[in-house]
């Protein structure tokens, strides 16, 4: 996926991969997770000449593996949306990597209960920002389906359609940004709800429709107030 995209034969690519991989450390396989597949992409697209990329996930337990893997890299810009509390616990807000990678780890936490504006908030107020400034010659996404209303083992209430919006506002800012687009597949433990949001997310990367705008809550509030030091670009909290 990773190379017909940087060939320029492909705007954005998805990879249906099973098991899933983003709690996967670097030696350590956890939470269903063999092998960190987006890790894997982010690396050999490095390797291939690519000097920045970026990585969001927005399953709904923490990216802790892909955390990880790239906490001391300045390279590769992690961002992770996801529940909190929830397995495996790790990604509070304050974990924003460490040594010149220090920064470079947005998390996330969003409470229980959390829908579709809220993650929208946070990708178009905190990341978008961000990922202005960052650069990023490519940009991955693992794409988790367990913030799903309808998944047994988590507590958001995204609909089907909110994954078409999320995938939207991702599209719009990797055009802004002339990079092209890989999502890896990751959790989804509602089968039928899983293929209707991979659909939907699939049918919004495709689509040239302009993504819905939606305000700043108080989660995206809070996560720009404590990024604004490492992101001067973020503002600060609003008046």
């Known amino acids: 996926m990773v190379d017909e995209l940087l060939a320029g034969r492909a705007p954005f690519g998805f990879s249906g991969m099973r098991p899933?991989?983003?709690?996967?450390?670097?030696?350590?396989?956890?939470?269903f997770c063999l092998f960190n597949n987006v890790a894997v992409a982010a690396q050999h697209a490095r390797a291939s000449g690519v000097e920045r990329v970026l990585v969001l996930d927005w399953d709904v337990h923490h990216g802790n593996g892909t955390n990880d893997i790239f906490h001391t890299r300045d390279d590769v810009l992690f961002a992770s949306i996801h529940q909190s509390p929830l397995y495996p616990g790790t990604g509070p807000l304050n974990d924003v990597g460490r040594g010149p990678g220090e920064g470079y780890s947005l998390n996330l936490p969003v409470p229980p209960g959390s829908d579709e504006r809220t993650f929208l908030a946070l990708i178009q107020h905190v990341l978008a920002p961000v990922a202005r400034e960052f650069a990023p010659g490519l940009v991955l996404v693992s794409a988790g389906y367990d913030a799903h209303r309808d998944d047994p083992l988590a507590s958001c209430t995204l609909e089907d359609s909110s994954y078409g919006a999320l995938a939207a506002s991702v599209r719009d800012l990797a055009a802004e940004l002339g990079a092209p687009v890989g999502v890896v597949l990751e959790g989804g433990y509602a089968l039928g709800a899983l293929a209707r949001s991979v659909a939907a997310t699939i049918d919004a990367l495709a689509d040239g429709t302009p993504a819905a705008t939606v305000e700043r809550d108080t989660t995206t509030d809070t996560a720009v107030g404590h990024l604004a030091r490492w992101w001067p670009c973020l503002g600060g909290r609003p008046g």
């Open 20 to 31: 899933p991989g983003h709690h996967a450390e670097r030696a350590t396989a956890m939470g």
